[in-house]
Structure formats: structure tokens, C-alpha cells
């Protein structure tokens, strides 16, 4: 073969220029899917979804477990900016909701949870919210809600006996 003495290799960048027609109304291949996530509490998030019109994978980097669930939710904001909700309210938006079934719940990235979200299980809407919920938490909130009631009870059987206790000694 030929030897080649004194050669010198350098990069060139030249930008690429994209030149593209605007249009009046954007196509619905020109929108691009758009997701905001919000953490209500450990155990749920909410992601606001504008402009889903295609199928897509929605990657929760969270380890994997059956017991997450991705329920989809009217959206709440009509302009389409997210609400931006705090704290534990609406523990119960999800209860009697169908979420996404468990054969589209599979595990990504080795670790991760996903789902294959399509545009029929949000009736085919493109701006909704998706509810990420770990289910077994619920059985907390039902033991707050049966501790709650227990104490109602003692409390009131307490003070029953305590007027009738106050009663029977002024006789």
C-alpha cells in the first residue's frame, strides 16, 4: 500500500439550516406530547398530558411493582396549565376509576415502572391527567378512617359516662 506523510484531519462544523413553512394552524404531527409531573405525596403523582395524539410510554423512575397503578383523570384546568394542588386532597379521586390494564404495566429500564398509554384510554382526548398511585396506601387511609371513627365512639361512650357518673352522685 501507499504511505500518506503529513496529513492533518480537522472537523468543519457546518450547521445545519432547517427551513420550514409556517402555517396558520399547526398539523397534529407538528405538536409536540407535553407532560407535567406533580408529587402529591409519595405514594401519587399526577401528570398533566396535553397534546397526546399518538400512543406513547409513559416511564415512571420509580423500582417496579404490580401495585403502582396509572389511572387517567378528566383534566382540571381548562386552559390546560396544570393545577397545581398540594398536600393529601383527593385521597379518593381514583376509588371505582379503571386504571390502565396490568399487560400494559411493564417493567423499563430493568427497574423502572412503564405503561403503553393509547389514546382510547383517555377516550380519546388529548389533554387529560394520568394519576400514578401505589394501591396498597389506600389500606392506610381506610385504617385512619376506622381508627378516626373508633376514637369518635370512645369519645362520646366517655362522655355519656361521665354525665351519667356526675348524675347519680348529686342524687
Known amino acids: 500500500g501507499k504511505e500518506a506523510n503529513n496529513i492533518r484531519f480537522e472537523r468543519i462544523f457546518e450547521p445545519e439550516i432547517l427551513l420550514k413553512r409556517i402555517e396558520d394552524k399547526p398539523k397534529q404531527s407538528d405538536i409536540y406530547l407535553t407532560l407535567f409531573f406533580q408529587k ?29 397503578k396509572a389511572f387517567i383523570v378528566p383534566t382540571e384546568s381548562s386552559e390546560g396549565v396544570p393545577d397545581r394542588r398540594e398536600g393529601y386532597k383527593d385521597i379518593f379521586e381514583t376509588w371505582g376509576v ?18 403503553l398509554i393509547r389514546p382510547e384510554d383517555a377516550g380519546s382526548a388529548s389533554s387529560y391527567d394520568i394519576i400514578l398511585e401505589f394501591v396498597p396506601q389506600r389500606m392506610l387511609y381506610i385504617g385512619f378512617v376506622i381508627s378516626g371513627f373508633t376514637y369518635l365512639v370512645l369519645f362520646v361512650i366517655l362522655g355519656w359516662s361521665g354525665i351519667q357518673y356526675v348524675r347519680n352522685k348529686r342524687l
Open 40 to 68: 402529591i405525596n409519595p405514594t401519587k403523582y399526577r401528570i398533566s398530558v396535553t397534546n397526546a395524539f399518538t400512543e406513547y410510554v409513559l416511564i415512571f423512575s420509580e423500582s417496579f411493582h404490580s401495585a403502582w
Open 98 to 115: 379503571s386504571s390502565i390494564p396490568d399487560e400494559r404495566h411493564v417493567r423499563m429500564n430493568s427497574f423502572a415502572n412503564g405503561w
